[in-house]
């Protein structure tokens, strides 16, 4: 079974601190990785993609992808209140047209 | 670009009828779209993958006579739930691809099934 793992939380921040979402995935065939945002009641939103081991930046967001680890990871920095969500990590392997989900990882930010 | 709209976003039925719902990307072509089934406070369920001109790849589990899916272009599939009861009820969620290597899935704003 080809899965991604997420800690379901709740994870709890003060408002303003760093939000650190991580994930870990099985499947070493696994060459796209993707963060998506679900509020409550609506679909996932894509947040970012990463693809390459290190960093990859877009504005408060970070995500980090560590291939030999098998580990990806997200960062909110100056977390708001808004960002209250679950977060939803993917992969895709590059041999098939799948994404497998993890159960994902429910953010609370405290003002 | 890469919006995925789907309709109708709620949508109450009685038992024993079937309801379509309605999956179209708007500004890019989708061969392949996914159809996921999530229950409250539960994780996404992949029900189906829906080819373009072909029939769809149902997992394990999922009933494909219940569960109709039908991608006749391009741009649009549709999700039928016939002889729908209680147990039914949930929230689907569409979602395409661009088809590309490194490309995400791009969801729909899914539609909130209530059976009575």
């Known amino acids: 079974q080809k899965e991604v793992e997420q800690n379901s939380g709740p994870l709890s921040v003060p408002e303003g601190a760093i939000a650190s979402l991580n994930c870990t995935y099985s499947d070493r065939g696994s060459q796209s990785f993707f963060w998506y945002r679900q509020y409550s009641g609506k679909s996932p939103e894509l947040i970012m993609s990463i693809y390459s081991n290190g960093d990859k930046e877009d504005g408060r967001f970070t995500a980090q992808l560590n291939k030999a680890s098998q580990y990806v990871s997200l960062l909110i920095r100056d977390s708001q209140p808004s960002d209250s969500a679950t977060y939803l990590c993917a992969s895709r392997n590059s041999g098939t047209y799948k994404y497998i989900f993890g159960t994902g990882t429910r953010l609370k930010v405290l003002a | ?116």
Not at chain 2, 8 to 32: M, N, Y
Not at chain 2, 58 to 63: A, D, H, I, K, N
Not at chain 2, 83 to 110: K, M, R, V, W
């Open chain 2, 1 to 116: 670009g890469a919006v995925v709209s789907q309709h109708p976003s709620w949508v109450i039925c009685k038992s024993g009828t079937s309801v379509k719902i309605e999956c179209r990307s708007l500004d890019f072509q989708a061969t392949t779209m996914f159809w996921y089934r999530q229950f409250p406070k539960q994780s996404l369920m992949l029900m189906a993958t829906s080819n373009e001109g072909s029939k769809a790849t149902y997992e394990q589990g999922v009933e494909k006579d219940k569960f109709l899916i039908n991608h006749a272009s391009l741009t649009l599939s549709t999700l039928t739930v016939t002889s729908a009861h209680p147990e039914d009820s949930s929230f689907y969620i569409c979602s395409a691809t661009l088809g590309q290597e490194n490309s995400p899935l791009h969801f729909g704003n899914g539609t909130r099934l209530t059976v009575t």
